[in-house]
């Protein structure tokens, strides 16, 4: 078993120059390899992100819940960030990705914080823990050393944003085969994604699907919020919570 302690030297044994080199390669290119694969769904990054991060907001909001710091965990070039200030509106941001030449990227002309060292995250700080797409590229015997960093960056009760890509939705699958740095990813589902943050310690609160619809069906869209809290969408949230005695 893995300690909180041992977490960030655990998780930095994951970050192997391969991996994090793999990541180099398209920090220049990122977003053109994500819309390869996106083309499908009619849609561009952006509104996958602002969705997901605008549901999560709502989520928030139900649980009374004021959100000042924020870390993106696995936050690639950064794309995410700008929809996080503008929508969450924190008083601080830190992002964090293995990949030297992605957070170079993610730090022309922000004011945040960017590290790609797990060492360098603060401890008991943040509010919330924002993921998406990230844990597929974890190798699974090491995943629960990345969550055991998240549980030692959260303060108390702060809230962990789960998002991953839903292997039980055929659309995830032919965009993930489009996309090159996750043609060979390690799918994670919702349900193995519960367990896993239960087994770390936190409390799962729900579960939701969203994306059901690509944008050929975009009129369909409105039937989603019938059914998102059943895992058919492209992607699911898993929304987590560090208890208050953490």
Not at 11 to 37: C, M, N
Not at 108 to 132: C, H, I, M, Q
Not at 222 to 246: C, F, M, N, S
């Given at each position: ?138 190798p699974p015997v090491l995943r629960r050393a990345a969550f055991s960093t998240i549980w030692r960056t959260l303060r ?5 944003a789960f998002w991953e890509n839903n292997p039980w939705n055929l ?76």
């Amino acid at each position: 078993m893995i300690t909180v302690d041992e977490a960030p030297l655990a998780l930095s044994a994951a970050v192997t120059d391969e991996s994090s080199g793999e990541f180099d390669v398209y920090a220049d290119a990122y977003e053109e390899a994500l819309q390869q694969g996106l083309k499908v769904s009619g849609e561009n990054p952006e509104y996958f992100a602002r969705r997901r991060i605008e549901w999560t907001r709502s989520l928030l909001d139900s649980h009374g819940m004021a959100i000042n710091k924020v870390l993106d965990f696995g936050c690639g070039v950064g794309i995410a960030i700008p929809l996080i200030e503008e929508i969450l509106q924190p008083s601080c941001i830190w992002g964090f990705n293995p990949s030297n030449e992605a957070i170079e990227r993610a730090k022309k002309g922000s004011r945040n914080r960017f590290v790609a060292n797990v060492e360098e995250l603060p401890a008991a700080e943040f509010d919330l823990v924002y993921t998406n797409g990230v844990f597929h590229h974890i190798p699974p015997v090491l995943r629960r050393a990345a969550f055991s960093t998240i549980w030692r960056t959260l303060r108390a009760g702060g809230w962990f944003a789960f998002w991953e890509n839903n292997p039980w939705n055929l659309g995830t699958r032919l965009v993930m085969s489009r996309i090159p740095f996750d043609r060979d990813a390690v799918t994670i589902s919702p349900v193995e994604a519960n367990r896993l943050l239960r087994s770390a310690g936190f409390n799962t609160v729900r579960t939701d699907a969203w994306f059901l619809f690509p944008h050929m069906l975009r009129s369909l869209r409105p039937l989603e919020w019938l059914v998102h809290r059943i895992p058919l969408g492209a992607q699911y949230l898993v929304l987590a919570q560090k208890p208050t005695d953490g």
